[in-house]
């Protein structure tokens, strides 16, 4: 059995602290690694397959660049092919092929790119990664988090199959990514853990090579194993050398947290995060297509300060209350300057397609509308032929209101007396609270007592095609108080449009919306697919697992049952050959109960990590972070929708699209003589602009549509405008989205801050009595008690020097970290 190691550095640029001061310690890893190649010529060093960590260091230290790309070119130092290591569950579409664009163009900069895929950490992952990877030149991936094997016939290859067939070649990292890790603190027992390693994973290799790590999260001094053992060093593109052909398919997303938490509470962690980050996507991918349009080449400038707020840790929202204050920064920037981006170019968009003077709605959606289409203030014709600008007039109000019902050719909706919605005698729009016990990366609820007052009902606005009815509710507990204002919006489309405001103060609650679908078949919409899906995954090991896993599944797990599960835009019951289905913008997280379907609007935790039912195992660093109590004003945008069509058809996704891309007003004062312009037509959703003259597009249908077999992704041609036609002098956006939070408070409170002063006076005592012993599991006990000291300090940061704190708890992580597989050596030995 061959051994062959792979040396990394995980690079979290933010997780306890910020990339500010991540970035400087980046010098010094690089150094190292150069020093450790002028010693080992056949040395090769990991960087985490994102290219940020690059750019971050030359930020700081510009003058490297000459010596970067040479050991790039050489293939000693490996980077790419991401920009950054995403979560896939929550970005959209645009973002995971920007992610893959850029990391392609930064690599080609520096001289050479790493073809594999590098996924050690991802919180699971989608169906459609085997294809994109594929997409991008990559036949290989690496993971560790998300897999199962069916009866636990683990194999470390595996060929992973997509959701439209497309396979890469895998390798499940069945001991984790720091197995032979810190090697230089261990080098007494040195050949002790290799033998150990190699024992406890040569059942799992069908290809008789055995893959260890050497590295961990933000890996300050890297080492050469060679220096203490006689192994081979390899990059990830060459391992294995012959892939072995018997080895087990998996199919689909990746999702289990079996052998390695998957941690589903991210999706609904900060969902206000979620939100900001879901429109400025939004934004940005508008102005690509704009900037096309125009004849202009395409910038990445907005797109490299907004991808890097989608770091894993960033987008699940797992890390310090600073670093998601930066991010709120972020998005509140770009929004303003992005904003600005889109009003100058639809100006030369509307001078290049000569139009007259007056009203047009901007359709993004490709497909042709012919119906009266209210956004909750203003009710206009959406009269379209595809992606286009297209004249319109708003609709005159009408003031007499009998009751409040509506009913078109899809629906037939009322109102109860507590405001209640009835949809087709189905309930929708209803609140449910529960009591969150969980953390940052776990949720754990349960049902509390709470009692919900409706304080106003009223309509405000009524015309012949369109009702907007306002609700204002109120929600009591002990964990909380939340104030809502809500605007209920029906028109000609299949749509019931809900926009709901909250006002929250206080903590330890989940809120969701529920629509009482019936049972059926669960279909999610993510990134270039449909999936379907279970109510909920109880294929987990308990908390104590089988004896042949114990010494191999030392990381936290997830255990009992698993119901809640990302989706993107919607989620749809199929049944009796209806589909009853919730939409919403920039949530990510769903559950289904008992024929009910429940959105999660809002999940307020205050620690990062702690002890939570249904998880065992070290998730995360234990610090209070009063920023996810989640206190303060946003909005969110959801739907309810009925039609008697599959949810992979194409008159579903025409609505659906309709509400995922509502269309602009536009009022607009020029000499032309047009009446509309249309861009693009077609039946596939375009998921981001690849160039000046492609689009990205793929087929989420059950057959093949303008060429594309289901579920492929592709591209399609568009032609930029021809020059100006004719002058504006006035052109208003009469409904831009507006920025989706007010503000999120972050009130630290004094008796929790007196809870940590205590917890570090008696941590003091037991390290005081463990120090000086010098057995494994006294190291062990030791190196958590500190790590959690410097973590609550960190906490604490108001009262001490944050970025040496910062540092000296990574040094104890990486410390404890190693004793996690020395302590377990030491128990094998025991056993024996």
């Known amino acids: 059995m061959k051994v062959k190691v792979v040396v990394h550095n995980h690079w979290d640029r933010e997780w306890f602290t910020s990339s500010e001061v991540t970035s400087k310690w980046l010098k010094e890893v690089f150094f190292r690694v150069k020093e450790l190649v002028q010693k080992n010529p056949e040395f090769v060093y990991v960087l985490d397959g994102q290219t940020a960590a690059v750019e971050d260091l030359l930020v700081y230290h510009p003058d490297l660049e000459e010596d970067l790309r040479e050991l790039v070119r050489s293939g000693r130092l490996l980077v790419g092919p991401y920009y950054i290591q995403i979560d896939w ?12 664009e850029i990391g392609e163009k930064d690599t080609n900069r520096f001289g050479r790119r790493m073809n594999a895929g590098w996924l050690l950490d991802s919180f699971g992952h989608i169906s459609q990664e085997p294809q994109l990877h594929r997409i991008f030149g990559i036949e290989k991936v690496f993971l560790w988090r998300g897999i199962s094997f069916e009866n636990d016939g683990i194999s470390q290859e595996f060929f992973w199959k997509g959701s439209d067939g497309t396979a890469v070649q895998g390798v499940f990292l069945v001991g984790g990514y720091r197995n032979l890790y810190n090697l230089k603190e261990t080098r007494d027992i040195a050949e002790k853990r290799l033998k150990h390693e190699v024992e406890k994973l040569a059942k799992f290799s069908r290809s008789g090579e055995i893959l260890l790590l050497d590295g961990y999260d933000i890996d300050l001094s890297p080492e050469d194993p060679k220096d203490y053992l006689n192994v081979e060093i390899v990059s990830p593109e060459e391992f294995p050398e012959r892939f072995p052909e ?22 609904s ?3 206000y995060l979620k939100l900001e980050s879901d429109l400025v996507e939004r934004l940005l991918k508008m102005n690509d297509l704009l900037s096309v349009l125009n004849g202009e080449e395409l910038s990445d400038l907005f797109w490299r300060d907004y991808l890097k707020t989608l770091a894993h840790d960033n987008s699940c929202g797992v890390c310090a209350d600073h670093v998601h204050e930066k991010m709120e920064r972020t998005y509140r920037n770009v929004y303003f300057l992005v904003k600005s981006s889109v009003e100058s170019r639809l100006r030369h968009l509307v001078e290049r397609s000569g139009l007259e003077k007056g009203t047009y709605a901007l359709s993004l959606s490709p497909f042709s509308y012919n119906h009266h289409f209210c956004d909750g203030e203003r009710t206009f014709l959406l009269k379209t032929n595809g992606a286009g600008l297209f004249k319109t007039e708003v609709a005159d109000e009408k003031k007499e209101v009998k009751e409040l019902t509506w009913e078109n050719e899809y629906y037939r909706a009322y109102f109860e007396g507590d405001g209640t919605l009835v949809l087709n005698n189905r309930k929708a729009g209803v609140l449910k609270l529960f009591k969150e016990d969980g953390d940052a990366y776990t949720t754990s609820v349960e049902e509390t007592d709470f009692s919900i007052s409706l304080e106003k009902m009223r309509t405000v606005l009524q015309t012949k095609h369109s009702m907007v009815v306002e609700l204002e509710r109120t929600i009591r507990s002990s964990q909380c108080l939340i104030e809502t204002k809500e605007r209920v919006i029906f028109d000609e489309t299949p749509l019931v449009k809900w926009r709901i405001a909250l006002k929250i103060k206080g903590k330890n609650y989940k809120l969701s919306m529920v629509y009482e679908t019936g049972s059926g078949e669960i279909f999610a919409k993510m990134p270039f697919d449909v999936v379907k899906r279970k109510e909920k995954d109880s ?22 049952e698993v119901r809640e599960f990302p ?3 919607f989620v749809s019951v199929w049944s009796e050959e209806s589909s009853k289905t919730i939409l919403a913008r920039g949530l990510r997280e769903y559950w289904m109960e008992e024929g009910k379907v429940h959105v999660t609007l809002s999940r307020s935790v205050e620690w990062i990590a702690k002890e939570v039912k249904n998880r065992v195992g070290d998730a995360g660093p234990m610090m209070y972070v009063p920023g996810a109590k989640c206190e303060g004003v946003f909005t969110v945008d959801l739907a309810f929708m ?7 058809s194409e008159e579903f996704f025409r609505w659906y699209l309709l ?15 047009e009446k509309e312009k249309t861009f693009f037509f077609s039946s596939l959703p375009w998921a981001g602009v690849k160039d000046r003259y492609h689009l990205w597009v793929y087929n989420p249908y059950l057959e093949e549509i303008e060429g594309l077999r289901p579920l492929q992704i592709g591209e399609k041609s568009i032609e930029s405008l021809s020059e100006k036609q004719c002058f504006v002098s006035r052109l208003n956006i009469l409904n831009f989205p507006e920025f989706p939070v007010v503000s999120v408070e972050k009130n630290p409170e004094g008796e929790v801050i007196e809870f940590l002063k205590e917890t570090l006076s008696s941590l003091e005592d037991e390290i005081t009595n463990l120090e000086g012993k010098d057995d494994p599991r006294s190291k062990h006990r030791l190196f958590s008690l500190l790590r959690t000291k410097k973590e609550i300090e960190l906490s604490l940061q108001y009262l001490i020097d944050v970025e040496k704190t910062a540092r000296e708890l990574n040094e104890l992580r990486m410390k404890r970290r190693t004793y996690d597989y020395v302590v377990e050596l030491f128990e094998s030995e025991e056993r024996e």
């Open 89 to 100: 569950r929550i970005p959209g579409e645009a973002s995971i092929l920007k992610n893959f």
């Open 246 to 267: 018997d080895a087990p398919t998996l199919s689909g997303e990746l999702l289990s947290g079996r052998y390695a938490c998957v941690f589903p509470g991210t999706l």
């Open 269 to 271: 962690t900060r969902a």
């Open 539 to 560: 294929y987990l090991l308990p908390e104590t697992p089988p004896e042949e896993l114990k010494g191999i599944l030392l990381a936290a797990r997830e255990t009992g």
């Open 567 to 569: 989706f993107q835009g």
């Open 642 to 648: 009925e039609l008697p069509v599959h949810p992979r």
């Open 659 to 673: 509400f995922d891309n509502p269309p602009l007003l536009l009022d607009v004062e020029a000499d032309g003589t």
